[in-house]
């Protein structure tokens, strides 16, 4: 007789693992459905970890939750990367924030000192210090700044080590899609489903597309710049990603639309942007060309805790452009949720009774 799980959870991207793995860990019987895990936007995410970068105006309740998760990486990152055995391209070199012309270094500056004026840690680079923290940067790149605390991840990595660390805390795998709630018999359900949290819950979460270039260095060698390098050139908004593989992730564009087929226009305003920051790119290979489907909320900011109207279900999802930084704190907040029924105070902000189902979701 098959026993009736304490949790499912829907979506086997990084959030819906790390809840798994977290609540396996506290002895609860979990299974999670997907059909095919880490296929959604993490499979194209480039894993920055940037609470003080993506600290952006008017969003002090998400810049806050995005500083208490990148707190805890570095913990997550140790303990996974000991119990999965691999690791997870967790790597602690900073970010730069440069601007290519001097309309934008103006724009970044206005970023840099809101970002300051939030007590966060960006500190402006003169030219030289610049090129010296990254030589490979273009000598037009007018001027940057230096986020120390900015790190990154590898997704893809991090995507098959919590599916190991799930697996060996206990977690079921299912290979099966969910098309309704009242398909999953668990003592608590989490929609993890990412985009597809909007079809079973109703709550407006919508697609907002991504498209995405990989590069690698010629000849097998890591990238010749170290840091995260991100800002504007030319008015584009771009970063570039460098992996100790030798692989470099350019991105990524902010499109509202459906669909995930790659175009001509935005690969090539991509690379335009990419080798102007830094001209070495042009001599990489071009290795990948992708497009995803972020979970965008109307505030910008996820949707964590319970569903009004439905005991027993949770989301877990509208991580938008966040989703990798804030794995660590929702697999906690929701796992301390299930095991006492306390919600955090952290949670305040982002619980879905802040929105209104907007049509009768697929509950029957
Ligand atoms: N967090 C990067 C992106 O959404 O493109």
Wanted: hydrophobic content about 45%; overall charge negative; some cysteine.
């Amino acid at each position: 007789m098959l026993i009736r799980p304490d949790v499912a959870i829907v979506g086997a991207g990084p959030v819906g693992l790390a809840i798994a793995w977290r609540c396996a860990q506290r002895g609860l019987r979990v299974v999670v459905h997907d059909p095919a895990p880490g296929s959604g936007a993490s499979h194209v995410a480039a894993g920055m970890l940037s609470p003080v970068a993506e600290a952006y105006f008017g969003e002090h309740e998400l810049t806050g939750l995005l500083a208490e998760s990148a707190a805890r990486w570095p913990a997550f990152a140790a303990e996974l990367t000991e119990v999965a055995g691999t690791d997870v391209g967790y790597r602690t070199g900073g970010t730069l924030v440069v601007g290519l012309t001097a309309d934008d270094l103006a724009e970044a500056r206005r970023l840099w000192s809101y970002q300051q004026g939030l007590g966060l840690s960006i500190t402006p680079l003169r030219p030289s210090a610049l090129r010296d923290r990254e030589p490979a940067l273009a000598p037009r790149v007018r001027g940057g700044a230096f986020a120390p605390g900015d790190h990154q991840v590898d997704p893809r990595r991090l995507v098959a080590a919590l599916c190991a660390a799930a697996e060996r805390a206990g977690a079921v795998l299912r290979p099966a899609p969910v098309a309704r709630l009242s398909d999953v018999d668990a003592r608590f359900t989490v929609v993890a489903a990412g985009c597809g949290a909007a079809a079973l819950t109703g709550l407006p979460v919508r697609p907002v597309k991504g498209q995405v270039l990989r590069l690698r260095a010629p000849g097998g060698g890591a990238p010749g710049f170290r840091h995260v390098v991100r800002g504007y050139a030319d008015g584009e908004s771009i970063y570039l990603v460098p992996r100790d593989s030798g692989e470099v992730v350019v991105g990524a564009t902010v499109e509202e639309r459906t669909d995930t087929e790659v175009t001509a226009g935005a690969v090539l305003r991509l690379l335009r942007a990419a080798v102007d920051l830094v001209p070495e790119l042009a001599e990489y290979d071009l290795v990948e060309a992708s497009a995803g489907l972020r979970p965008g909320t109307p505030d910008n900011a996820p949707i964590i805790g319970p569903l009004p109207g439905r005991p027993g279900v949770l989301v877990a999802t509208g991580h938008h452009r966040h989703g990798i930084v804030l794995t660590p704190v929702t697999a906690d907040l929701v796992t301390e949720l299930i095991a006492t029924g306390e919600p955090d105070p952290l949670l305040a902000p982002f619980t879905p009774d802040r929105f209104v189902p907007e049509e009768e979701p697929g509950w029957n």
